[in-house]
């Protein structure tokens, strides 16, 4: 584990390390493995707009309903576990790790995500989050909403059919069918639907660091964002 740095006050809030992007660019991947170097705390926001779609389909509720979508997700019953290493999310008593990660799953989430009060009812959950000794947040308005005053705010991209590709390759490998164009029109649409919606779009925050991991490895990726932590102080390295 690498320490959190001395030169912090202790009255001062714990540091947050927020990984904005679309889907594909390794947000997920990262952001955990950043936070388990580092010891911190974990957010994946993506998974709250998830699990609210699933607990739509679950309980019949349309997805243009925001009258009926707000509720549920301010109340949604969900318990975030570290079993082992792996992480694993359990909703109303159901483990739903998997279930949530599906790619249907995944373009109803894009469409819950783009309506104003749930996305206000899930803004103080993802808060909440923030504990010492201190916070990796993994989404698409972390840095630009969720926390302005970030520590240090990441923006990750990737070219679309790089992003098709990644997830192509993760589908095959869990025995699933998928075709590459397909996807490819999927991340396509949902990158268009993120970024022109009319609450928190899918944009850098003005003081964000830009990072292409089109070309890149993981681990590289990874330890470039905790050399960048140790040259403001946060950690050492």
Same mark, same amino acid.
């Given at each position: 584990m690498i320490d959190e740095g001395q030169t912090r006050s202790k009255a +001062? %809030? %714990?540091p947050v390390l927020t990984v904005d992007g679309p889907g594909g660019a390794g947000k997920g991947t990262i952001s955990r493995l950043v !936070? +388990? &170097?580092l010891g911190w705390h974990l957010l994946d926001s993506g998974a709250l707009y998830r699990l609210t779609a699933l607990a739509a389909a679950w309980h019949d509720v349309v997805l243009d309903d925001e009258d009926a979508l707000e509720p549920l997700a301010a109340n949604l019953d969900v318990c975030f576990l570290s079993d082992g290493g792996d992480a694993r999310i359990l909703m109303e008593g159901h483990d739903v790790s998997q279930s949530i990660r599906t790619e @249907? /799953?995944?373009?109803r !989430?894009? &469409?819950v !995500?783009? =309506?104003p009060r749930v996305r206000q009812a899930l803004l103080q959950r993802q808060r909440d989050f923030r504990q010492s000794p201190g916070l990796v947040a993994d989404g698409r308005d972390m840095g630009? #909403? #969720?926390f302005p005053q970030a520590t240090l705010k990441i923006f990750l991209t990737a070219s679309a059919e790089e992003r098709a590709r990644r997830r192509y390759l993760q589908l095959r490998q869990a025995g699933e069918n998928a075709s590459l164009p397909s996807l490819l029109k999927e991340i396509q649409l949902r990158d268009a639907r993120d970024m022109q919606r009319s609450v928190a779009p899918l944009v850098p925050a003005q003081d964000a660091v830009e990072l292409d991991t089109t070309h890149l490895s993981i681990s590289e990726v990874v330890d470039q =964002? /905790? @050399?960048r932590l140790a040259r403001i102080g946060i950690v050492e390295s």
């Open positions: +001062e %809030p %714990p !936070a +388990e &170097r @249907q /799953i995944g373009d !989430a894009s &469409r !995500a783009a =309506l630009t #909403v #969720v =964002l /905790i @050399q």
